[in-house]
């Protein structure tokens, strides 16, 4: 089997490429890192440092790199078996149009073999949306021959990877958490679903989706948010601080309430799952900054994403939102200059007001209650008058 990742990145080498590799796929990376793809293409293989109690070098073999903008990308889709990617959801408007040229090539060669592609980001089914922008620049004529030919599969992944130095300078290496977990939907595929050990084949992705995103990921972005506000600079530091934890905590019990009610998870199984992520928060191998964590506040920020979406669910469910609250406000309150959305955000709130700047981003109405606890919030914390 043999398989295109574009995103050669933390997930691509530590998490997706690593699963595929093992399970003896022969994995092509495609970047637009030249460094690293000349890496990859001249050594073939790379280490991964799998951090915790026992720590593991293992090494990733027999991958090569190409540039994702040369046409080579185009024959490779036109011929594997399987296409994922982990470059970051604004991305993938943006390699959608190769995809699509690749797509017509495959078709135009007469390959009717099945191509499952699978999205490997953080969003609510983000290959449903890739499939979206793909189908944008397919012609109208190919897409029942695309529906027929190639699975677009949707998944939920987590593994904590953020970037390492390595001690001998290697740009491949990459230092990744022990946990992983890799959830794709089974009735996406087009064809046999391939046995990868580590990949989880399910009937009922959107509750792995969200459990994942509206726990782990909003008591990230939570941590981040307001480690930056207190000056700490790492995700683990910031967990250690009983104040942040607290709220953390509550927020992701929030979220949970909605996540049981919704998908009648079994409560119990859900607090230990919020334990075992607060621990991962903490884990002393990883050194995992804010600034990661907090990366691109307004995406963040969005309807779908780990903050709102859960916001709107304590609504719905009729459940406690305090928590969830101060974490939406601490967002609000990111500033940094070396992230374009934390600059974008603090110049919209400037112009705009916290609370058009807020309904703006978010899709929120501005007479929505939620509008003026939050504005009540962010100035308390902006008057520093908070934890
Ligand atoms: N790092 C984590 O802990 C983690 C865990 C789960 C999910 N994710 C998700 O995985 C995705 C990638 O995150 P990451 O941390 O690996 O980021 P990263 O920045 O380390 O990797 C992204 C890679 O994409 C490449 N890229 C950018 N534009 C490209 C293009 N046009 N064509 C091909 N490659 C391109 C970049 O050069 C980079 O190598 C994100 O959606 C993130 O939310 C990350
Ligand atoms: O990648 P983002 O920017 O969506 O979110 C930052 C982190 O929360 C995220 O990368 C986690 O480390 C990851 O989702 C763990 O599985």
Redesign the pocket.
């Known amino acids: 089997m043999q398989a295109l990742h574009?995103?050669?990145?933390?997930?691509?080498r530590g998490?997706i490429g690593k699963l595929l590799s093992d399970a003896g796929i022969q994995v092509t990376f495609?970047?637009?890192?030249q460094e690293?793809i000349d890496a990859i293409a001249t050594r073939h293989e790379y280490p991964v440092n799998v951090v915790g109690e026992q720590s593991t070098t293992e090494i990733v073999k027999n991958v090569d790199g190409i540039n994702?903008t040369s046409n080579e990308v185009i024959d490779y889709i036109a011929s594997v078996d399987l296409l994922t990617t982990?470059?970051?959801?604004q991305?993938l408007a943006?390699?959608a149009p190769t995809i699509a040229q690749g797509i017509i090539a495959r078709h135009n060669r007469g390959n009717s073999k099945p191509l499952n592609i699978i999205a490997?980001?953080?969003?609510v089914r983000g290959t449903s949306q890739f499939k979206q922008e793909i189908f944008k620049a397919l012609p109208e004529e190919l897409q029942q021959w695309t529906n027929t030919h190639i699975g677009f599969v949707d998944s939920a992944?987590?593994?904590?990877?953020?970037?390492a130095t390595s001690k001998t300078g290697d740009i491949l290496e990459v230092t990744v958490e022990t946990f992983s977990e890799w959830i794709v939907d089974e009735t996406q595929f087009v064809g046999i679903i391939p046995t990868i050990k580590g990949m989880q084949p399910v009937d009922n992705l959107m509750a792995f989706v969200e459990r994942k995103l509206f726990t782990l990921n909003t008591g990230h972005a939570i941590t981040a948010y307001l480690g930056f506000y207190n000056g700490i600079g790492t995700i683990r530091d910031a967990i250690l601080d009983e104040r942040i934890r607290l709220i953390v905590r509550g927020a992701m019990e929030e979220s949970g309430l909605v996540l049981i009610k919704r998908y009648n998870f079994d409560e119990q199984k859900h607090m230990a799952y919020i334990e075992k992520i607060l621990s991962r928060f903490e884990n002393p191998y990883l050194q995992d900054d804010t600034a990661r964590v907090g990366r691109q506040p307004i995406r963040k920020l969005g309807a779908d994403d780990r903050l709102i979406k859960p916001l709107l669910g304590t609504f719905e469910y009729q459940v406690k939102n305090t928590n969830l609250l101060i974490g939406v406000a601490a967002a609000l309150n990111y500033r940094n200059n070396d992230d374009e959305q934390a600059v974008k955000l603090e110049k919209l709130i400037t112009e705009k007001g916290v609370k058009q700047a807020f309904c703006e981003i978010s899709g929120i109405d501005v007479n929505n209650s939620i509008v003026m606890k939050v504005e009540e919030i962010y100035t308390a914390m902006q008057d520093h008058q908070f934890v």
């Open positions: 574009f995103g050669a990145g933390n997930i691509g998490f495609a970047d637009v890192n690293i994702s982990a470059v970051g959801p991305i943006r390699i490997c980001e953080n969003m992944v987590d593994r904590i990877v953020p970037p």
